[in-house]
């Protein structure tokens, strides 16, 4: 059995909660979902594609094959280098040979930004700085490549990169993880668990509510909605961390303390006349629209910037007058092709009896602006279709606080509460992240011919549920506000 060490993620999660860490080493976790391998598929792609930067580049991926490679002056590049000493263990992506050391690269599946980069790639080439220099290598630089909005399909694989140096930014960072170098490793590989406490990460942690500090409180303050870090801290030092023991003469927002009250009193808070008001507005046919999106770090089609977002698939219920049988129409696009004028126009044909278009969030708003923008041909229909939208979220978020929401709002969050009958759980594509890696496995070519139908089939059914959804939700909402 090979020694267990601290890899970047370990580090980097224990700066926020060593617990966390510490758990995350010695657990393996849920299967990878179709989403995490459509990204990992596409981490390993992009890679690929930026080794073209250097032919001459040569692979190690491990730490026998870095020493021999580094020691060999004939090699100028080496990809998937390898680093372990004292419990930790650095990869970095390449390093590359200069007068007196090594500059280290690190790839990222992110677009390039004239205003710099992301904290976490700052904070992963840091580490990976931190480690090498412990293994004994000089490093004399470290640099980012990241993806180039320019590039298109059809373009050399080198052009789809910008290298940019960060030695300055990195450096100060690494110096700040070295003073932690010998805290965090001997916490993390001893058999004891670091003493768990209250932190800011326990909001979205996995081991939170089952093993640490969160057994057996069904009040969390993270339920708590728009709650920011600065009111958990005072919160937390106050030594409050249930909704329940909040002081009354505390200073909540407006939704933060109908959230309390529904949590403590186990109860609905209905804002009947809210609701009433915000529905008087709905002007029948109505329909009940949802988009579905494909984005790729390397674009399928031909035209098709890095990490663009395109609609593939809308879902439409259409509801004539209150009450009445629903209709539904649907488009999905044919993956091999860039589809976004046909779904536009047919989109604009299905939806022109509509007077009100109910979507639930922003998203569809957005994207109807970016075909408007795409397709300026379509552009004065699609804005008029813009100008029929009505978020129901909202709606929901003032006129509802309901204790099993959990501070929440989502579509499926809310969705077992108001409509306990309808259910992803049983479908084949559950969720948007797992939509996008269904069409990208269409897309890329890896679904086989008795797949394809399959995969659009269960593409179709999600969606459909998603507008679905809505219209139970607005049927909910409209009984509760009910005079």
């Known amino acids: 059995m090979s020694k267990r060490t601290v890899t970047k993620h370990d580090f980097v999660t224990a700066l926020g909660c060593k617990t966390r860490a510490w758990y995350g080493m010695r657990e393996s976790g849920d299967a990878p979902t179709p989403a995490d391998m459509f990204r990992m598929r596409e981490g ?4 690929r594609r930026a080794q073209s930067l250097y032919p001459n580049g040569v692979f190690a991926g491990s730490i026998e094959k870095t020493k021999q490679l580094i020691l060999d002056r004939a090699v100028e590049l080496i990809f998937e ?24 690269g690190e790839i990222k599946s992110s677009l390039f930004d004239e205003d710099g980069p992301k904290d976490e790639h700052l904070e992963d080439l840091a580490y990976t700085v931190m480690v090498a220099r412990r293994a004994g290598m000089p490093v004399k630089g470290c640099e980012l490549v990241l993806m180039n909005r320019d590039w298109r399909l059809g373009m050399p694989d080198p052009d789809l990169f910008v290298i940019t140096d960060h030695t300055d930014e990195v450096t100060p960072i690494a110096d700040e993880f070295n003073r932690l170098w010998d805290q965090i490793a001997p916490l993390l590989l001893h058999r004891s668990k670091p003493s768990p406490r209250w932190c800011w990460e326990c909001r979205d942690c996995e081991y939170f509510a089952d093993r640490c500090v969160g057994v057996g409180i069904s009040d969390p ?18 030594g409050v961390t249930r909704i329940s023991a909040i002081p009354s003469d505390y200073k909540l927002s407006y939704s933060q303390q109908r959230a309390a009250t529904a949590i403590r009193t186990r109860s609905p808070q209905i804002d009947a006349a809210e609701i009433r008001s915000a529905l008087d507005s709905l002007e029948w046919p109505i329909g009940y629209l949802d988009f579905e999106t494909l984005m790729t770090a390397v674009p399928f089609y031909p035209d098709v910037a890095p990490l663009e977002q395109l609609v593939t698939q809308y879902s439409l219920h259409v509801e004539a007058s209150p009450g009445t049988e629903l209709s539904h129409r649907e488009y999905l696009a044919d993956h091999a092709r860039d ?27 957005t994207q109807i602006r970016g075909l408007a923008s795409r397709l300026p041909t379509y552009a004065t229909d699609l804005t008029a279709l813009e100008a029929k939208l009505f978020d129901l979220e909202p709606v929901l978020r003032k006129g509802l606080v309901h204790p099993d929401f959990g501070g929440r709002s989502s579509i499926k969050v809310v969705l077992p509460v108001l409509a306990p009958d309808l259910s992803y759980a049983d479908l084949d594509v559950g969720d948007g992240g797992s939509a996008v890696a269904a069409f990208a496995k269409l897309a890329s070519g890896y679904a086989t011919d008795d797949e394809i139908q399959a995969v659009r089939n269960a593409l179709l059914e999600y969606c459909k549920l998603d507008t679905l959804a809505m219209v139970r939700v607005l049927l909910a909402l409209r009984q509760l506000g009910s005079p």
Request: net charge positive; aromatic share 12%.
């Open 44 to 47: 390993q792609d992009v890679h």
């Open 81 to 104: 280098a390898a680093f372990t000493v004292d419990g930790y263990t650095g990869r970095a992506d390449w390093i590359r040979r200069v007068k007196g050391g090594w500059v280290i």
């Open 221 to 238: 303050i993270f339920q708590l909605p728009y709650l920011r870090e600065k009111k958990f801290t005072e919160l937390t030092a106050m």
């Open 339 to 365: 589809c976004r004028e046909e779904l536009a126009t047919k989109l604009i044909r299905d939806t022109a009896e509509c007077r009100t278009i109910v979507v639930y969030s922003s998203f569809e708003k």
